[in-house]
């Protein structure tokens, strides 16, 4: 297990499947923001999928399986964060329900989903940080995730968090609160539509007169910056902790060399 040491809570840092595997730098630049909010922060090497995909298929044993892993892995810390209003949402909101039948995990999964939280909303909601010591140079517009703004209430966190960053300037959305058309499988069951919502994002971005696009979730931002590539708008996309963090001078998502998409 990796420790970062500080004085403050013991944090469990879950690095979700698409950070891990698609954006270290997520991880680490949320990693750095704990450290500085006086966090404890562990990061368990046996964590996996909290079992979201497995869930929106219809896979219930699948994403059973997968709950309780992540329930033995994560129950013995104070708190679980992870840069991801989509895994947290799952954690938080359909574990207790999912595995509500089960004797030997219905308490546990209740507990755990009540000491569960996306990182803004844990910095901001529980610890009442805002120490923000970053510089970003440039015009931003920021994108709500579904899971993060409806299912966890993340809406004004990410914006008092910017605020506080030098240089930055954040120009809203016509329609910051409406999907992307990532949705998980959604893009896979319903390729025209998600299509179309993406292009629809894309395209009001670019009106912002925003360079960057920021958001809270990576699978959401992949989906985004893929789009922005395909039609050959100069639009780059990170993910808001990466900001926040002053880490982000390496390439943006779809950039190539730890941008991803290559």
Not at 100 to 122: C, M, N, Q, T, Y
Request: proline share 5%; hydrophobic share 40%; glycine share 10%.
């Amino acid at each position: 297990m990796a420790t970062f040491s500080a004085d403050g809570p013991r944090v469990g840092f879950f690095i979700t499947c698409v950070a891990d595997l698609f954006r270290p730098t997520v991880g680490f630049a949320a990693i750095s923001l704990l450290q500085k909010a006086g966090c404890r922060v562990e990061v368990p090497q046996t964590q996996t999928c909290c079992g979201q995909p497995a869930y929106n298929s219809g896979a219930r044993a699948m994403a059973q399986a997968q709950a309780r892993h992540v329930i033995e892995t994560f129950e013995g810390f104070e708190y679980v964060v992870a840069p991801s209003g989509s895994c947290m949402g799952m954690v938080r909101e359909h574990y207790p329900s999912l595995l509500a039948d089960d004797p030997a995990f219905a308490e546990r999964a209740k507990v755990l989903a009540g000491k569960s939280h996306e990182i803004l909303s844990f910095l901001i909601d529980v610890l009442d940080w805002d120490d923000v010591d970053a510089r970003f140079d440039g015009v931003v517009t920021y994108h709500d995730t579904c899971s993060g703004l409806r299912e966890l209430g993340i809406k004004d966190q990410p914006r008092r968090l910017l605020a506080k960053v030098k240089g930055l300037e954040l120009r809203e959305l016509a329609a910051p609160e409406e999907c992307c058309g990532f949705g998980g499988t959604f893009c896979v069951k319903y390729p025209e539509i998600s299509n179309r919502m993406v292009t629809d994002k894309v395209t009001t971005a670019q009106a912002t007169g925003a360079t960057t696009l920021l958001g809270g979730d990576t699978s959401c931002l992949l989906n985004i910056a893929g789009k922005a590539k395909r039609m050959e708008l100069p639009l780059k996309v990170r993910h808001v902790v990466e900001v926040l963090a002053g880490m982000a001078d390496g390439p943006a998502l779809g950039d190539g060399e730890d941008g991803i998409k290559r």
